[in-house]
């Protein structure tokens, strides 16, 4: 079956840092998604990208899907106390509409 | 106005009861999912609705039912309650599809005693 890894598991950091997360799958995907969970909250979604390649920036946020089309990364650059919480990575085929799992997450800790 | 909204926020029950979940969107979005988010905060689809007919139901138990009377309501309703189906529990719907984005309900925490 398919494999999604997603890494690290969890940062510990201080503010002011930069990060970095993964996603790689063992499937070819068309759409890359990531999310973000605060506590006790459902996750947001905040960046979407369509196509093997792209870059794209929200605010501080970087991503990038892979053009190998099996992996993304996102990165959080100078990093505050806000950016405390865990990130998920979720791959989709838009042509399917196939929803599947989320990556394991990645959850973020910020010292100020 | 809450675009996904679930209720109740919290669900503490005794092994053996039968309880409901209800969910509710005014995005007007076509598809609904419900997903269970574990002690270790996996996120696992359950069920996916797309204007009222099913079409994902992941390897879950049977005592777990879905319920769509409307695409803007997806309701779980599960039997039998074991100590095992404590997690949370998050609604969420996409339009039209999960590339697109969803957007997830604040999530019902569910105890079983």
Not at chain 1, 1 to 29: A, K, R, W, Y
């Amino acid at each position: 079956g398919q494999q999604l890894n997603q890494s690290p598991q969890s940062m510990f950091i201080q503010e002011g840092e930069d990060v970095s997360m993964n996603c790689t799958s063992s499937s070819i995907f068309n759409t890359w998604l990531w999310y973000k969970q605060d506590p006790g909250e459902g996750p947001v979604l905040l960046i979407a990208l369509y196509k093997a390649g792209e870059l794209t920036s929200n605010g501080r946020l970087t991503a990038q899907f892979g053009i190998t089309r099996k992996d993304s990364f996102l990165n959080i650059s100078a990093s505050i106390p806000s950016d405390v919480g865990i990130y998920f990575c979720h791959p989709s085929d838009s042509n399917s509409g196939y929803a599947l799992n989320f990556g394991k997450g990645t959850s973020l800790l910020v010292t100020p | 106005d809450t675009a996904v909204s679930q209720t109740p926020k919290y669900l503490v029950t005794q092994m053996g009861n039968d309880k409901s979940i209800k969910c509710e969107q005014n995005l007007g979005h076509d598809t609904m999912y419900w997903y269970k988010q574990d002690s270790k905060k996996f996120l696992k689809i359950m069920f996916s609705y797309n204007n009222k007919e099913l079409i994902i139901n992941e390897t879950v138990p049977n005592r777990f039912s879905p319920k769509s009377p409307d695409k803007a309501h997806l309701n779980l309703h599960i039997n039998s309650l074991e100590l095992g189906d404590s997690a949370v529990y998050f609604c969420a719907s996409s339009h039209p599809a999960p590339a697109y984005g969803y957007t997830f309900g604040s999530g019902t925490r569910l105890t079983v005693v």
